[in-house]
């Protein structure tokens, strides 16, 4: 089993940057995908932002924050991170790191496919 932390999250101006990180402990594998959701104010779902997977760097956004976030990953730390540019105040969510080792290519975007989940970290921007 695998447990994940998430950590770089706080509150920055419209326009602003922040990185998010996971760190991945326990039963982890190089054959693990790595994806990242948020959940919103007043909103039930949580939904997908981005997603990889470990190895082949394989790696797809969400329209609403492509070319603005950016999914990486650092083998020797066993740390994924969600580079996060030109933040605008609908970006405010707590956001949560997944993982799965048994997910297909075309499932990284969908929630239920993710067994392990980190406690996620608040992000939040202000215009």
């Known amino acids: 089993q695998a447990q994940l932390v998430e950590s770089g999250g706080g509150t920055v101006q419209a326009g602003g940057s922040l990185r998010l990180s996971c760190a991945a402990s326990?039963?982890?594998?190089?054959?693990?995908?790595m994806g990242w959701f948020r959940q919103r104010p007043g909103k039930e779902e949580r939904e997908f932002v981005a997603?990889?997977?470990?190895?082949?760097?394989?790696?797809f956004y969400a329209d609403s924050v492509k070319g603005r976030f950016t999914i990486a990953r650092d083998n020797a730390k066993n740390t994924v991170y969600l580079q996060m540019n030109n933040l605008k105040p609908e970006d405010t969510a707590v956001y949560y790191c997944?993982?799965?080792?048994?997910?297909?290519?075309?499932?990284?975007?969908?929630?239920?496919?993710?067994?392990?989940w980190g406690q996620g970290t608040q992000v939040t921007v202000s215009s």
């Open positions: 997603a990889m997977r470990w190895t082949g760097g394989y790696s």
């Open positions: 997944a993982a799965d080792n048994s997910i297909i290519q075309s499932d990284l975007g969908r929630m239920a496919a993710y067994d392990y």
């Open positions: 326990g039963r982890t594998s190089s054959r693990y995908a």
